[in-house]
């Protein structure tokens, strides 16, 4: 949709054979009439784990360790006629 209003005036909404006037990187006509969608699916881990541990009154440790992990997928999906299909 961002390209919409990047589209020169003098470039066709469709061409005479039927073919969708492009710009640089395709017709954002031709990807809105597609009914294309991208889904996103993220999913994130953020963990912190600390021990103390005192074997004596003067005697004192501590250790902490830290996670972090991130993971997304994109999933094109498009509607043909009454289905919906992934790619």
């Known amino acids: ?30 990807w809105l009439e597609s009914g294309m969608n991208v889904k996103r699916y993220n999913q994130n881990f953020n963990g912190l784990l600390g021990v103390d541990w005192q074997p004596k009154p003067l005697l004192k440790s501590k250790t902490e360790s830290g996670m972090s992990s991130q993971d997304s997928a994109s999933v094109p999906t498009w509607n043909t006629g009454d289905t919906q299909q992934t790619n």
Do not use: H, Q
């Open 1 to 30: 949709i961002r390209l919409l209003n990047r589209i020169a005036p003098w470039v066709p909404y469709k061409n005479e054979d039927g073919s969708y006037g492009t710009v640089s990187d395709g017709s954002p006509m031709a």
